[in-house]
C-alpha cells in the first residue's frame, strides 16, 4: 500500500452526514470512501487524456478490405512470408 499523507478538507455538513452514514453501512471510514472517490475520478480524467493524443487519430487508419495485414505483411509487401 502506498504511504498516506495526512490533509484536511471541509464539507458541508449536510454531506458530512450522508458520508458518515455511507461509511457505517460499508463498515468503513469517510477518509478511505474519498480516497476511493478521488482515485476513480482521477483514473477517469487520465483515461480522457489518452484520446487527446495524437497516436490516438492513427487508429483505424490501416483498414484494409484484406483484414489480415498484421498477420501477412511480409506476403503484401514482399510477395513472399517470411
Not at 3 to 8: D, E, P, S, V, Y
Not at 34 to 41: F, N, T
Request: without cysteine; glycine residues 4%.
Amino acid at each position: 500500500m502506498a504511504t498516506l499523507k495526512r490533509t484536511q478538507m471541509y464539507f458541508p455538513e449536510e454531506v458530512i452526514i450522508e458520508l458518515k452514514k455511507k461509511a457505517s453501512k460499508e463498515k468503513t471510514t469517510i477518509a478511505n470512501i474519498v480516497r476511493v472517490a478521488v482515485s476513480e475520478l482521477l483514473k477517469k480524467e487520465k483515461a480522457k487524456n489518452w484520446e487527446k493524443d495524437p497516436l490516438w487519430n492513427m487508429v483505424g487508419s490501416g483498414i484494409s478490405k484484406d483484414g489480415d495485414l498484421s498477420v501477412n505483411h511480409d506476403k503484401y509487401l514482399y510477395g513472399r512470408n517470411r
